[in-house]
């Protein structure tokens, strides 16, 4: 059996794929097992400073897979407690670049989402097509998709099943970047090179902060933010980046 995860080591940052082709990367319940195993073993390892995150050129993931939704019952899929391994995701601490190219829908666009950032292809299309099925989005579809690009075209996507173009994602706040076809996984690569320079435990809780921005008020974010920026300040690799500056050399940080 093929890997449905291929994991390609580059460190600092490592590249890992959805391998499913033949079902345009459709989510599995064994497909989201390595997914999540294998983000978790790259997170803990100190070498590895970003993933990056991507499908194939026509689909980073055209959704969950819907011939298992067809045969499972409400009950086995509360208790597979299938949203825990997308917490799982979110709690990651390397910072994750998602490459997409092709069909990012349902799962797909919910997985792309919970990344820190996404690179997209002009081919990327992004659409929440649930209703179309009879279910909702379920894995932060909903919430994710309003609070980036507002409720006009949460709605419309989620309600019409209108795909956003890589364009529109951009004008709308969903993606970071837009890159020509052939560049969807070098630009995200290139991305998380640069992220791989900073000082890990900075990057950590800048990410950190700024997901704050999402999920609190705007005073408990900006007292989240000064308490980290002091812990950042306790850390070696913030002296060893202010030094380096004032001796104009290149810092070397160690993450501690
Ligand atoms: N789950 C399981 N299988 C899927 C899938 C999904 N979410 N999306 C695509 N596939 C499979 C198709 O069944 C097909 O398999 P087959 O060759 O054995 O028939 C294969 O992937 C290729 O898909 P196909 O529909 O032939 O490609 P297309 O280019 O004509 O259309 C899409 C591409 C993405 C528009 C279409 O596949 C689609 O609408 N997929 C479902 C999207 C969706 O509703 N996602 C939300 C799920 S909750």
């Known amino acids: 059996m093929p890997e449905l995860v291929v994991v390609q080591r ?16 459709a989510l599995s319940d064994e497909l989201m097992d390595e997914l999540v195993s294998e983000l978790q073993r790259l997170d803990r390892d100190a070498a590895i400073r970003c993933i990056v995150l991507g499908g194939s050129e026509r689909a980073f993931a055209a959704g969950a897979d819907i011939g298992e939704l067809a045969q499972s019952s409400a009950i086995e899929l509360y208790y597979a ?39 997209a292809s002009e081919t990327a299309r992004f659409g929440q097509p649930e209703t179309s099925l009879g279910i909702i989005p379920g894995a932060g579809g909903t919430q994710r998709l309003t609070r980036a690009v507002g409720k006009a075209a949460a709605m419309d996507v989620i309600l019409s099943g209108r795909l956003l173009s890589a364009d529109e994602a951009l004008a709308a706040g969903l993606v970071a970047r837009v890159v020509a ?76």
Do not use: H
């Open 81 to 119: 407690r299938r949203v825990e391994r997308w917490d799982a995701i979110r709690n990651l601490w390397t910072p994750l670049v998602a490459a997409v190219s092709g069909y990012c829908l349902g799962g797909g666009s919910e997985l792309a989402m919970s990344c820190d950032l996404i690179i």
């Open 181 to 256: 076809r052939e560049a969807w996984l070098e630009e995200a690569k290139r991305v998380a090179r640069d992220i791989a320079t900073k000082g890990p435990v900075a990057t950590r809780l800048a990410k950190e902060a700024v997901n704050r921005a999402f999920e609190s008020t705007l005073q408990l974010g900006l007292e989240y933010e000064r308490r980290a920026l002091y812990l950042a300040f306790a850390s070696e690799d913030a002296k060893e980046g202010l030094t380096a500056f004032t001796e104009k050399r290149k810092p070397d940080f160690r993450g501690r």
């Open 10 to 25: 580059d460190d600092p940052i490592a590249v890992v794929l959805l391998n499913r082709p033949r079902q345009l990367n």
